[in-house]
């Protein structure tokens, strides 16, 4: 194996372009990119993927933990999603490791073998809740799938399209399935306990908390400046995205 790459990039040291052009031929989501040898040179991702790789096999830190608790109809919830929250995720990964728990301010009731939700946003807000819980829980592409819902004018009407763009693999009949089931109950059941057990309790969303603490600075500080904030907390050597002398975009197509 270590031939097989060894061979591979020193071919691909001696492209023009680190098979930029092969990037046409990729029908992979990004979070599959660096799944295997053959998807990131498929995708033209290959000098990313071994860079990132080196990088999380030298890191003698542990990442961040960043847990959001929120509900998927709450405007500021959505508004924190897509434009901090999961954008800061993608550049500090290797750093950096995510929760999503979608329930927030909901409660819940039992009902027999069930569970009954009721949300603050309503019957609709409750099934936004229910597939994003069982998006988390099937689908390695959840993080695309539910920035794209919650960036998008109608999160339940974007849902389905957003699966079959960032996951088209797995069929959505599988996720209402879950949606519509015991298994989709149990885990927003789950999410109720994770939220009711918070401590301090949250008193609103969105709730964050940081290494498993929420204090009103930290929640300040990473809703203000959510990369700023991890890339002080990491412990290790910072990755480019942090800043500094190192580019963080080293690679190029030119021009033929």
Not at 102 to 120: H, L, S, V
Not at 137 to 153: K, L
Not at 220 to 231: D, F, R
Request: hydrophobic content about 35%; charged content about 15%; proline content about 5%.
């Amino acid at each position: 194996m270590k031939v097989l790459v060894l061979l591979v990039v020193t071919v691909w040291l001696n492209s023009p372009c680190g098979f930029c052009s092969a990037s046409s031929r990729c029908s992979l989501p990004p979070s599959q990119w660096c799944s295997s040898l053959d998807s990131a040179v498929q995708c033209g991702v290959l000098k990313q993927c071994l860079l990132s790789n080196f990088t999380k096999s030298h890191q003698t830190a542990d990442p961040v933990q960043v847990a959001l608790y929120y509900e998927s109809l709450c405007s500021g919830c959505r508004a924190y999603l897509s434009t901090m929250l999961l954008p800061t995720y993608v550049m500090l990964k290797d750093i950096m490791s995510l929760t999503l728990v979608p329930y927030g301010n909901a409660q819940e009731r039992k009902d027999g073998d069930k569970y009954i939700f009721t949300c603050q946003h309503g019957e609709e807000e409750c099934l936004g809740n229910m597939i994003e819980a069982c998006l988390l829980n099937m689908s390695s592409s959840a993080f695309e799938i539910i920035y794209c819902m919650e960036s998008s004018a109608g999160v339940i009407e974007a849902a389905k399209l957003c699966t079959e763009v960032y996951d088209p693999e797995v069929k959505w009949d599988s996720f209402m399935s879950c949606v519509n089931g015991t298994q989709g109950n149990q885990l927003m059941h789950q999410n109720a306990l994770k939220t009711n057990a918070l401590d301090p309790p949250h008193t609103f969303v969105p709730w964050i908390t940081i290494n498993g603490e929420h204090t009103d600075d930290l929640e300040e500080k990473a809703l203000t400046s959510l990369l700023t904030l991890v890339c002080n907390m990491y412990k290790g050597e910072k990755p480019p995205a942090c800043g500094g002398s190192q580019r963080l975009y080293k690679s190029y197509c030119h021009k033929e």
